[in-house]
């Protein structure tokens, strides 16, 4: 009886640590038709290649890690509309994004003599880039 206890007791504590579901469940080509979900913004974060493209570029949005980039990654995450702020880690300052309900929104990371350096993009060259880039997907 108390081995049936104490395992019992085990599977509850276990499970109460498992993590919390994926901020984003796309994939790589869902995440390329450009869709939102209802009453929400979509926030594209891409990186090609930028003369550091060995070492990985930690992302942060709000107050939360969401994911590292690589050379020709990109990560999307699902948002509420209004201000969010992004920040990489080396950047001088964060970057406030504002997001707009049905919409996808750009951004280009890179890092440059050592900083992260971010920036908006258009429709078309955040399309493209996204298009010529592999999902990496955010953390939860």
Do not use: W
Not at 79 to 94: I, K, W, Y
């Amino acid at each position: 009886m108390r081995s049936a206890i104490f395992v019992l007791s085990c599977a509850a504590i276990l499970g109460a640590c498992t993590p919390n579901p994926p901020v984003t469940t796309v994939t790589d080509a869902d995440a390329k038709r450009f869709g939102t979900n209802p009453g929400m913004g979509a926030l594209y974060v891409v990186r090609t290649n930028d003369e550091m493209s060995a070492y990985g570029l930690d992302l942060g949005l709000d107050t939360r890690s969401i994911a590292t980039l690589g050379q020709n990654t990109y990560t999307r995450v699902d948002l509420a509309s209004g201000p969010h702020t992004l920040t990489c880690r080396g950047a001088r300052a964060p970057l406030v994004v504002q997001i707009m309900s049905g919409q996808p929104t750009f951004i280009d990371a890179a890092l440059m003599q050592g900083r992260c350096v971010m920036a908006p993009l258009d429709q078309a060259s955040g399309r493209a880039r996204v298009l010529g880039s592999q999902l990496m997907p955010p953390r939860s």
